[in-house]
């Protein structure tokens, strides 16, 4: 968590812009797309949110371009990110955001009817497996996760520092990077079944849907109980 607090990643999301990279200690360089994060919704965003459904929670929802754009569609969404910028930048377009981590108290855990996990952050913990069996305690029982692939058929973990090549990196933290294969082995040990996947301009999406589904739970009462927690943090 402690990274994201650095200055690199505060002042890419304060200008909108990169560089920015995630540099592995081999040398190696993961651009961040910091550029698109901060515009608007495009195609592929659109192809997400149009499968949203009830409450939404975002993880990892930088500077907050779908936190804004579901609530402007009348969603319940919430985001929470690790980074006070990005939850700043996510606020300042009207939305709902915590600075918390996913592997910390959320509010209306096991309640929520989507999950977002797009723009890399299948990578947040540096384990894949862990983060998606943690989703699946947030997530209601009968909800869904939308999950984005890395575009590379890749499966790594490495330990990462924010890098904008114009001053000190930030400390070392765990990252993963994890491509459609991958993702999808991780979900089935995690207890996930692909519904659904698509591609939309060389962004690759999975739908998923816990095999386990408890039916006393309907999904009105979880969204209105969901929607009850973001009133009273708006509050």
Do not use: K
């Not at 952050?121 to 998606?132: K, T």
């Not at 739970?217 to 209105?224: E, K, N």
Request: hydrophobic share 40%; proline share 6%.
């Amino acid at each position: 968590m402690t990274a994201w607090l650095d200055d690199p990643y505060t002042r890419a999301l304060r200008s909108g812009r990169g560089p920015l990279f995630l540099r592995r200690a081999d040398g190696g360089r993961l651009p961040l797309d910091v550029e698109r994060w901060s515009a608007g919704v495009d195609a592929a965003d659109r192809s997400v949110l149009a499968r949203c459904r009830g409450a939404v929670l975002d993880v990892g929802c930088g500077p907050g371009r779908l936190v804004e754009a579901l609530a402007e569609q009348g969603h319940r969404i919430l985001g929470v990110d690790v980074s006070p910028a990005a939850v700043r930048s996510t606020r300042g377009r009207g939305g709902m955001a915590l600075c918390r981590s996913v592997f910390g108290p959320l509010p209306a855990e096991g309640r929520w009817t989507t999950a977002l996990l797009l723009d890399g952050n299948v990578g947040i913990g540096g384990d894949p497996a862990a983060l998606l069996a943690r989703l699946a305690d947030v997530v209601a029982p009968h909800g869904l996760l939308i999950a984005e692939a890395d575009p590379e058929e890749v499966d790594e973990r490495h330990d990462v520092v924010l890098d904008d090549g114009r001053s000190d990196p930030g400390p070392a933290f765990p990252w993963a990077r994890a491509g459609r294969g991958a993702l999808g082995r991780h979900a089935e040990r995690a207890g996930w079944t692909r519904v659904a996947e698509w591609t939309v301009t060389g962004r690759h999406f999975v739908e998923l849907a816990q095999r386990r589904r408890r039916t006393s739970t309907s999904t009105t009462a979880t969204t209105a109980t969901a929607a009850r927690q973001i009133s009273r943090l708006r509050g």
